[in-house]
């Protein structure tokens, strides 16, 4: 089943799935990927975060924009689990009132299709050298990263594990991190132990149906790179995700993200910016 949206963030817990109410009762991100945009729902109003390019910029909506009602419904008065439906049904049109400064201005943004505006790139209403330490800071910090609870043994990783910086170019505005490795090889006779599966199912897509649906997979890796440049007076930073995992059966395969990491990131980001 696919998730209502990319990605569900629930307090310092990610999430990839349909939750349950008392769960969405703490979210504090979710990332349309339909229109592209991330909303941060710690500050009040929520602030906006835009996808470049993505139908929410096309429409004229700008990070930084503080989010006030979707489709007339004030956003204060929206419960949690409703906001989970943003991205539904494709092919019909949102209308969102924020307010830029002084300004409350109402716009339409057409829902594209489920997972086509992936998670890699937002803009951040932020000189770049700020943007630049808050990114510094969230990935070296020890907040936790990711604590998937359908795991059967759940386990944590820090941001400060995950990005074990290798090259840092302030100039150039590039940090490639070295390898991150979860789970471990085994004989397959001793792995079936879903643990690992669930988990990497949990942060990227992995193929199903024939051979997939019998193999176990049973290690991830990752070569995280993040790159920071300017952009028509906003700042653009992109994660790119390089992964892998290996299953006893089909080996290494390549993987795409479900932006689990990288709205960890960006959240992380947000937060250190409107403190």
């Not at 024939?210 to 300017?230: H, K």
């Amino acid at each position: 089943m696919r998730p209502v949206c990319a990605v569900l963030c629930v307090a310092a817990t990610f999430l990839v799935g349909s939750p349950a109410p008392a769960l969405a009762q703490r979210l504090v991100g979710l990332y349309s990927d339909s229109m592209g945009f991330l909303l941060d729902l710690r500050p009040t109003p929520p602030l906006i975060l835009v996808a470049d390019p993505s139908p929410a910029a096309s429409a004229g909506v700008r990070s930084g924009d503080r989010l006030l009602a979707l489709d007339g419904q004030p956003i204060e008065s929206i419960p949690a689990t409703a906001l989970l439906r943003i991205d539904q049904p494709a092919g019909t049109t949102l209308r969102m009132r924020v307010r830029r400064g002084e300004q409350t201005i109402e716009i339409s943004v057409p829902r594209g299709q489920p997972r086509s505006v992936p998670l890699e790139t937002l803009l951040f209403p932020h000189p770049q050298g700020r943007v630049w330490d808050a990114v510094l800071d969230t990935i070296t910090s020890g907040d936790v990263l990711f604590a998937a609870p359908e795991l059967l043994a759940p386990q944590t990783v820090s941001f400060a594990s995950f990005f074990k910086i290798r090259t840092l170019d302030r100039n150039a505005g590039v940090i490639i991190c070295d390898v991150f490795q979860w789970g471990e090889m085994r004989p397959l006779r001793q792995t079936q132990n879903p643990t690992y599966d669930q988990g990497i199912r949990a942060i990227a897509h992995v193929p199903t149906g024939g051979v997939m649906a019998l193999a176990t997979w049973n290690m991830i890796r990752v070569t995280p790179t993040l790159r920071i440049s300017e952009r028509e007076g906003m700042t653009a930073v992109r994660i790119s995700l390089a992964m892998e995992a290996h299953n006893t059966i089909t080996g290494w395969a390549q993987l795409k993200s479900k932006g689990t990491v990288e709205s960890a990131t960006f959240l992380g980001v947000s937060r250190l910016l409107t403190q």
